[in-house]
C-alpha cells in the first residue's frame, strides 16, 4: 500500500479512471452512512496490480478498492478474506487495522475495505531487513489458534502439497509464455527437486503467513519500526515462505522504491535474526533452503502467468481473479513487464538458482 499521494504527477501513473474512482467511493460512502462521507479523497498513486488506493484525507484511514482478487474469490468472498488477512495479522503489532468494510454493490462492484493510514517511508535495503526480520517474526510467533478460529483464511492440513499444487497451476502458462530454453530447462528441473521434498513425510511447522512479504508491502515507520500494509493473501503455512519472499531476487527488485539486490551475507543475516527473534528458532533451519525453493518457483510461474494474461482484455467486474494490464497505470505495467523479462530470463534464473546453492552449504554448516 503506498503512502504517497497523486498530487497531479505524471499521467501514467494515476490510476485508470480515477475521477470515476473517487466519484464511485464518494457515493458508497454517503450510501452506508459513513462518518467520513465527506472527507476529502485522494487517489493514490498506483502502485499495485491488486488494489487501488484513496485516501480520506484527515482522517487517518486509506480506502482499498480491489481490482481483482488474488485468491480467485468471488467480491464478496473476497472482501471477507481480505478483512480477516488484516484481523488475524493485527495482534502482531506490525499491520494496520481495519475500520470498516464497503460490501459490493452498484458503486463499487468489489467493495472497498478501510484501513488505519501507516505514516512511513518505503523499506531501504539492506538496512531495513532486520527491522522486516522482527516484523515477521512478531507473525510467525503468534499461537495457532484452534481451526474454527482460523477462517476463512486458507488453512490446509499439507500447505505444502496445496502449495505444490498453486505451482503446477500456474506452471501451465510456461509454455506459451515464451522463454528462453534455457530458462524453461532450469524451471523444470528446479519444479522436479521440489517435488522430491514434497514426498517426504515430515513437514514443518504451521503458523500465520503473509505469504506476500515482499519488502515493497512493508512501510518503516518514525520508530523504526516495519510495517505490513498489504495482506490479502495471508494463511496458515509454513513461515520460511515469508522469509523467502522479504529475500529473493525476485521481491527485493520487485518494487520501485525499495528496490535492491541483497548480497548472500545480507539473507544470511536475515534469517538468523529471525530465527532468533521467533519462538520456532532454529527448528525450521531444515526447511529454509526446500522453501526458499518454492517461493521462487511460485514467483517464477506467476510471472508466466501475468505474462500470458496481462495482455487480454478484462473481465467482468463479478470475476475473481483477472490480470489484465488494463486495469493499471501504464507505468505500473511497464515497470513489471520489465521485472517478468528480468526474472524470466536466463540470467534472471541463473540468479537466484546459484545464490540458493550458496545458501544451501551456509545452512548446512
Sequence with gaps: MPNVSDDGGAANRRAPGADALVDALRKALRAARMDWADAPLQVMVDQGLAHHHVRLVGTGLIARLPKQSQMALGPQANLKYEEACFAHACASGHSPRVTASLAPDSHLPRGALLVEEVIGR?????????AIAMALAAIHSLPLPPPVQREPL???RDPMTALAAEIDAQAAYLPGAQLDADSLACIQAVRIEWQEHCAREDRPARRLIAFDAHPGNFLIDSGGRAVLVDLEKARYSHPPLDLAHATLYTSTTWDIASSAVLAPADVLRTYAGWE?????????RAWLAPLRTAMWLWSITWCAKWRVSSPRPPLAPSASSDWSQHHSAAALVEHVRDRVNDYLSPGGVHRVINELVELRQAWRT
Design 276 to 284: 532468533d527473534a521467533c519462538d520456532l528458532g532454529a527448528s525450521q
Design 154 to 156: 486458507l488453512d490446509v
Design 122 to 130: 518505503a523499506a531501504r535495503l539492506p538496512a531495513d531487513l532486520p
